[in-house]
């Protein structure tokens, strides 16, 4: 299945993304053909049981697309609705219709006159029909269309980071959990943002690579001279880690998502995401920087995303916590095991 979920999505996305759409996108418009394109071949739905329309992938299958959709920096919330979706599907509620983004901030409020308080840095937020937000140990789902007001806002990439104000808007959904809805929700957009840098990180190293080869300078490519090849395999390198560290987080988060291993992946993906805009940069020299050349189209979303749902000091201090207090005498194991026991 995950080998038709990554020749599906490759196919879409170089048929129908260019880079011209992508820097289009950052210009606030929203690829509709694109997104219908998606939907109709049930990207959205991926992770929904069959008999809510989905083909009832796991998360396992779906890693190679979410990597594919970052190396083509995909313009449009599409892994947020299928985890979105997700997350629903695992409390057994049918999917969602429309664009669907989510955000981890619990800044909301339920009480009797609906929901109040703001969710910011909403991926997509302006374009999305609905939100999936935490509000203390509840998830709520709300349409944009009942906030009050919508701050627009982007990162580096230029992608909408939108900040979303609601007045008493009447959720369309409230889901109870038994923990922090903002912790799921945290976990879930940190794996997915670790596969998207990954891919990312694929994407600036075939550009390298290619470059590297293709420039001739004092009689022979580049890519033949050491000191390139040596900034060639450390890039490389730090490609594999981040894959490897991504895909453990996918399996291992197969039945329940796994702290420590979405810890990890984000950790790996973030610190290789600083090597490999700085190498592929150095590569490439001075067209690496002009806007006329594609490489800053991934670059500029590995220096976002890389900092998206918990920078990389975050997460390393949040697992160096729960190393300190799980005791000496649990280390190894935690090691050996891949993971530490949490803080009580």
Request: with cysteine; net charge negative; aromatic share 6%.
């Amino acid at each position: 299945m995950r080998e038709l979920f990554d020749n599906t999505i490759r196919a879409i996305l170089a048929d129908q993304l260019s880079p011209e759409q992508v820097i289009a996108a950052e210009g606030g418009e929203f690829s509709r053909a694109l997104w219908n394109s998606l939907e109709e071949n049930g990207v959205p739905l991926a992770l929904v049981a069959e008999d809510h329309g989905g083909v009832a992938a796991s998360l396992t299958d779906v890693c190679g697309l979410i990597i594919t959709c970052g190396e083509f920096s995909a313009p449009l919330p599409i892994v947020e609705t299928m985890l979105a979706n997700y997350l629903l599907a695992r409390k057994g509620l049918p999917p969602l219709n429309g664009v669907v983004s989510f955000a981890a901030g619990d800044e909301l409020v339920v009480n009797a006159g609906g929901v109040s308080g703001s969710v910011a840095n909403v991926p997509w937020g302006r374009h999305a029909d609905l939100i999936l937000a935490p509000a203390g140990q509840s998830l709520v789902v709300l349409a944009t269309g009942s906030a009050s007001r919508c701050e627009e806002m982007t990162n580096t990439a230029g992608e909408a980071r939108d900040t979303l104000f609601f007045d008493g808007a009447t959720p369309e959904q409230t889901i109870v959990l038994d923990g922090l809805a903002s912790e799921l929700l945290l976990l879930t957009g940190a794996l997915i943002r670790s596969a998207q840098t990954t891919g990312a990180i694929m994407r600036v190293l075939t550009l390298a690579k290619d470059y590297a080869n293709e420039r001739v300078q004092f009689g022979k490519p580049i890519g033949r001279f050491q000191a390139v090849q040596h900034q060639m395999a450390l890039l490389a390198e730090q490609a594999a880690m981040a894959k490897a560290s991504c895909e453990v987080a996918f399996a291992r988060s197969a039945m329940e998502f796994h702290e420590d291993s979405i810890t990890a992946a984000k950790i790996c993906a973030a610190d290789a995401a600083g090597v490999a805009a700085s190498v592929s940069h150095g590569v490439h020299g001075a067209i690496g920087f002009t806007h006329e050349y594609t490489l800053h189209i991934s670059t500029r979303r590995l220096w976002s995303w890389r900092s998206e749902f918990g920078s990389a000091t975050y997460w390393c201090r949040r697992l160096g916590d729960k190393v300190c207090k799980s005791g000496a005498e649990q280390f190894w194991p935690g090691v050996v095991e891949g993971g530490f026991p949490s803080p009580v």
